[in-house]
């Protein structure tokens, strides 16, 4: 079964600063899909970003980008320019390509603080 | 585009009660997705809809769940007998299309508290 490990259960970040949140997966499969999710108080989960496996560059929105290592099973995300209102908890997300895979595998999630 | 929306937003119920959850999701979405959250960890998949047919069913769905999707429209979540452990946030989501453009909507969800 594929697992999502995310392993920091919090982190903090100076309003400005750059912040990276860890996400290690484990998978036999060599097509897949990877998110992050952004869940804010407001408990409604948001894309915040996504990479295709088969892509070798990592993927980018705005401040938002990834540091997707195949061959480690590695998919850290980088939020620069940190903002107050970035802070919520962050989920880091796996989905297989094959057919019937219609399930996200979630982590535990990144509780991350912006300070001002 | 009026976003995914659930349906209470809070329910309290008495162990061994019935509760159900009602999800609306976006118009044009064919595909929905029922997952649950308990504290601390993140969301785990319960079920799949594609337009009316249930398509995919997890281990976590006992025989005391049960979802459906009439019309293709809105779906509803029912839990029989609630139980303590049944407490949790339930979440929906909606999407158009599989593949790699796919992009899920999620609701704020309904949380659980079964006393």
């Known amino acids: 079964a594929q697992t999502v490990t995310q392993s920091q259960p919090e982190m903090s970040v100076q309003e400005a600063e750059t912040v990276t949140l860890s996400c290690t997966y484990d998978?036999?499969?060599?097509?897949?899909?990877l998110f992050w999710y952004k869940q804010p108080p407001s408990r409604q989960m948001i894309l915040v970003i996504r990479?295709?496996?088969?892509?070798?560059q990592n993927a980018t929105e705005n401040r938002f980008s990834v540091n997707f290592q195949k061959a480690a099973k590695s998919f850290s995300l980088k939020i620069s320019d940190s903002q107050l209102g970035d802070a919520a908890m962050y989920f880091c997300?796996?989905?297989?390509?094959?057919?019937?895979?219609?399930?996200?595998?979630f982590g535990t999630g990144t509780r991350l603080t912006v300070i001002p | 585009d009026t976003g995914v929306s659930q349906d209470p937003r809070h329910k309290i119920t008495k162990r061994g009660q019935n509760v159900t959850f009602r999800c609306d999701p976006i118009?044009?979405?064919?595909?929905l997705y029922w997952y649950r959250q308990t504290l601390g960890q993140g969301p785990e998949f319960l079920t799949y809809?594609?337009?009316?047919?249930?398509?995919?069913k997890s281990r976590l769905l006992s025989d005391r769940f049960s979802a459906e999707r009439p019309k293709g429209s809105f779906s509803t979540l029912e839990i029989q007998r609630t139980e303590q452990g049944d407490s949790a946030m339930y979440l929906c989501?909606?999407?158009?299309?599989?593949?790699?453009?796919?992009?899920?909507?999620f609701g704020s969800g309904t949380q659980l508290s079964v006393l």
């Open positions: 989501a909606s999407s158009r299309n599989r593949g790699v453009n796919e992009k899920l909507f």
């Open positions: 998978t036999s499969e060599s097509d897949y899909y």
């Open positions: 990479q295709e496996a088969y892509k070798q």
């Open positions: 997300a796996y989905r297989g390509d094959q057919t019937g895979a219609n399930n996200l595998f």
């Open positions: 118009s044009e979405h064919n595909r």
């Open positions: 809809f594609q337009n009316e047919a249930q398509l995919e």
